[in-house]
């Protein structure tokens, strides 16, 4: 059996629930396929989670770059930078947001 992106993306999770963020980016750093937004969104919040700015940073990068219009996607990086105190960077964020009009989608469940 070939491991598929959701399979990286569950060991990845596990991984960051564990605190293991550096090997969980060396994973993703390894994989043999293109790692989607889904694998470095799942990264972004654990390193969110543990405070960790300096793995954090660079999944908050790719996750921009991987999908430039998904407003979850630059809500998820502002939150980071707000957590690591870069300011600016969070103006940035959402500038480009309001910039491209994005607006994010609202939350709903089925009973």
Known sequence: MEPEMRHYACIVDLLGRAGRLKEALDLIEGMPIEPDSLVWSTLLAACRFHGDVEVGSKARRKVLDLEPYDSGSY???S??????????QVLRIRSSIKRVEMNKEPGW???
């Open 75 to 77: 809500i998820a990086a």
């Open 79 to 88: 939150n980071m930078s707000a957590d690591m105190g870069e300011w600016d």
């Open 109 to 111: 469940s089925a009973l």
